[in-house]
């Protein structure tokens, strides 16, 4: 069946550092790939996606590329702002056509940024 | 705009209790969705359903019934709740894009104890 593994957490940064958060998955033919954010008390919202091999996904200068030859999807942002402190999930479809709302999800990744 | 709306935020169960979670969307998505939240495991989906009158079991469907009598409405029913069911539940919605990566809209969850 299908997995997708996160890099174990909490992450803690410093304001205008670098983030990563790595994320690789085992699923059969072509699934499409997102990262899900939650902030503290709410539900999870969409961050970006990408649905093909080599396709970059980018939001709120977060980005992310799907990569088929190593099975991963790693979230990167190059300077992190205190308003980004929440918990990341990384999560695919099935292949071949929609996914009816049924997602497999990693673990999350808590994600703190200090001033 | 209320997007998904989850009822109640938060309860508080006796063992053997039974009790229905809420969940209703405005946006006349065809796809509904039920996940539980549990510390280091991620979103795991309780049951989803594709329509009215159409629900499947997804990954962890024991304990948990539903039905889908209207598009808006998809409430979740603990038939006799257990301690294991201690978790936080969210519902989701949405809808086929061209058949890939749809994006998925979530409440705000019901935080459930269950003594």
């Known amino acids: 069946g299908n997995s997708v593994t996160q890099m174990e957490g909490p992450v803690t940064l410093s304001e205008e550092a670098f983030l990563t958060i790595n994320c690789t998955y085992t699923a059969t033919g072509y699934p499409s790939l997102f990262w899900y954010v939650q902030y503290p008390g709410e539900g999870l919202q969409l961050l970006l996606k990408?649905?093909?091999?080599?396709d970059k996904g980018s939001n709120k200068g977060f980005e992310a590329t799907y990569r088929k030859e190593t099975t991963s999807f790693h979230l990167e942002k190059g300077s992190v702002q205190v308003s980004d402190s929440a918990v990341y999930f990384c999560?695919?479809?099935?292949?071949?056509?929609?996914?009816?709302?049924?997602?497999?999800f990693g673990q999350g990744t808590i994600l703190t940024v200090h001033p | 705009n209320a997007g998904v709306t989850q009822t109640p935020k938060f309860q508080v169960l006796k063992t053997g209790q039974s009790m229905t979670l809420q969940c209703a969307q405005d946006m006349n998505h065809e796809y509904m969705s039920w996940y539980r939240q549990d510390p280091g495991m991620g979103l795991r989906l309780i049951h989803y359903s594709v329509g009215a009158g159409i629900t499947d079991q997804g990954e962890v469907p024991n304990g948990y019934n539903v039905s889908r009598s209207t598009t808006e409405d998809f409430p979740l029913r603990l038939l006799s709740a257990a301690p294991s069911q201690t978790s936080v539940y969210f519902c989701a919605s949405s809808y086929s894009v061209r058949g890939r990566g749809e994006k998925l809209f979530f409440g705000s969850g019901t935080q459930l104890s269950v003594l």
């Open positions: 999560a695919l479809s099935s292949s071949g056509g929609t996914s009816y709302g049924k997602l497999t």
């Open positions: 990408a649905t093909k091999a080599d």
